[in-house]
T-cell receptor, first 112, second 113 residues
Framework: QQQVKQSPQSLIVQKGGIPIINCAYE??????FPWYQQFPGKGPALLIA?????SEKKEGRFTISFNKSAKQFSLHIMDSQPGDSATYFC???????????FGKGTHLIIQP | EAQVTQNPRYLITVTGKKLTVTCSQN?????MSWYRQDPGLGLRQIYY???????DKGDVPEGYKVSRKEKRNFPLILESPSPNQTSLYFC????????????FGSGTRLTVV
C-alpha cells in the first residue's frame, strides 16, 4: 500500500514557467511533509518542509501548499530555471523519528 | 565539511557472496537510515536507527542486516546477496528527521549477478 502518491511522474516546463508537483497521503497521523531534490549521481537533498498547522510555506522560489482536509500537498517552483531540472520527491513522516515515506518521484525538465 | 560518507560508490558482486556497505557521518547525528532507490519505486526505507544499539526495520528489510555500535557508523550488511537486491543504496543521517530532515550520502550502486 503506497502511503504517499506523487504526480506527475515526469514534467516538462519552459523556462520561467511554474511547475507544480502534487502529492496525496492517506495516513492522517503524518505530521511532517518535506520535499527533496535529487540531481543525477547525487543523493537527495532537503529542499523545503511543512507541518500541517500551516497552509503555505515559501523559501526563495519554492513554495509548498498544504491542504489538510484534502490530504494533499504540492510544490510550486516560481520563475523556473534550467538548473532546477532534477527529480523531486515528496515525503511524509509521523513524528519524524522513524524515517520518511517517499513518493515515487517526479522527473522535472526545465527547457531553456 | 559536514557529510555522510558511503563506501564503496560502485560494487559488482556475485550471488551469495556476503558484502558490507559502510556509512559514516561526522555531524554527531542521533538518527541514521538506509534507503534503496529503484526506478519507478522511489526511495524505500530498509532499516533505521535512533541511537547506538537501537535499530528497527523499515519497509523492505528482508535480506539486509544493520548494526549501530558507534554513533557515527551504520553499516549495511547483505549476508547472501541476490539479483533482486541490485539497486542504488543511500545512507542518511539526521539530528531529528521530523525537524531537520535527512542528510543523504552520495549513494552506492550495487549490482548482483
Amino acid at each position: 500500500q503506497q502511503q504517499v502518491k506523487q504526480s506527475p511522474q515526469s514534467l516538462i516546463v519552459q523556462k520561467g514557467g511554474i511547475p507544480i508537483i502534487n502529492c496525496a497521503y492517506e495516513n492522517t497521523a503524518f505530521d511532517y511533509f518535506p520535499w527533496y531534490q535529487q540531481f543525477p549521481g547525487k543523493g537527495p537533498a532537503l529542499l523545503i518542509a511543512i507541518r500541517p498547522d500551516v497552509s503555505e510555506k515559501k523559501e526563495g522560489r519554492f513554495t509548498i501548499s498544504f491542504n489538510k482536509s484534502a490530504k494533499q500537498f504540492s510544490l510550486h517552483i516560481m520563475d523556473s530555471q534550467p538548473g532546477d531540472s532534477a527529480t523531486y520527491f515528496c515525503a511524509a513522516s509521523i513524528g519524524g523519528a522513524d524515517g520518511l515515506t517517499f513518493g515515487k518521484g517526479t522527473h522535472l525538465i526545465i527547457q531553456p | 565539511e559536514a557529510q555522510v560518507t558511503q563506501n564503496p560508490r560502485y560494487l559488482i558482486t556475485v550471488t551469495g557472496k556476503k558484502l558490507t556497505v559502510t556509512c559514516s557521518q561526522n555531524m554527531n547525528h542521533e538518527y541514521m537510515s538506509w534507503y534503496r532507490q529503484d526506478p519507478g519505486l522511489g526511495l524505500r526505507q530498509i532499516y533505521y536507527s535512533m541511537n547506538v544499539e537501537v535499530t528497527d526495520k523499515g519497509d523492505v528489510p528482508e535480506g539486509y542486516k544493520v548494526s549501530r555500535k558507534e554513533k557515527r557508523n551504520f553499516p549495511l550488511i547483505l549476508e547472501s546477496p541476490s539479483p533482486n537486491q541490485t539497486s542504488l543504496y543511500f545512507c542518511a543521517s539526521s539530528l531529528h528527521p521530523g525537524t531537520y530532515g535527512y542528510t543523504f550520502g552520495s549513494g552506492t550502486r550495487l549490482t548482483v549477478v
